[in-house]
């Protein structure tokens, strides 16, 4: 069986991941020892992130001609992939508090919403709240308003059933 062939499901396997994701982010996991590669892996996989690491010729192959294509000049060295459908800023959050205990971690880049950032927006990135968190405070925001509203009417209410 030639070479080709034996790597042709590996990139059919990162196209597939790939298909559908809101981001990926690239990192650099050298030095990390083995129990916090375990912790990042777990939190991440809890969080609903594939990380994965995979040949970087292979990941170079299954990004050609796709929105991720950007990163290519990144695939250097050890490199690892996070990768979201659902949540585009998960795995740079999720990485990023990982950096805050775990010194070795690095960001590379990745693609966010298909467009491509350094590792400095990256860490931008991560400082945005979830979905849903913003979603709260929006409603909270609408809500606070109508609340307050009800309260005063409320004391006006007792007010005049006391005067009364």
Do not use: H
């Amino acid at each position: 069986m030639a070479k080709v062939e034996l790597k042709q499901p590996v990139i059919d396997e990162i196209s597939l991941l790939l298909d559908g994701a809101q981001a990926m982010v690239l990192v650099d996991y050298r030095g990390l020892t083995v129990e916090e590669d375990t912790t990042l892996r777990k939190s991440l996989r809890e969080a609903g992130v594939t990380y994965k690491v995979f040949k970087n010729t292979l990941v170079n192959r299954a990004i050609e001609g796709t929105e991720f294509a950007a990163v290519a000049e990144l695939l250097s060295g050890p490199t690892a992939i996070a990768i979201s459908k659902d949540d585009a800023t998960v795995p740079a959050r999720v990485l990023y508090e990982a950096t805050k205990t775990m010194d070795k971690l690095e960001f590379k880049g990745g693609v966010v919403a298909g467009v491509f950032y350094d590792e400095k927006m990256i860490k931008v990135i991560a400082t945005i709240p979830s979905r849903e968190v913003l979603l709260g405070k929006l409603l909270g925001s609408i809500q606070s308003p109508i609340t307050n509203f009800a309260r005063v009417i409320k004391q006006i209410a007792d007010n005049s059933e006391s005067v009364a």
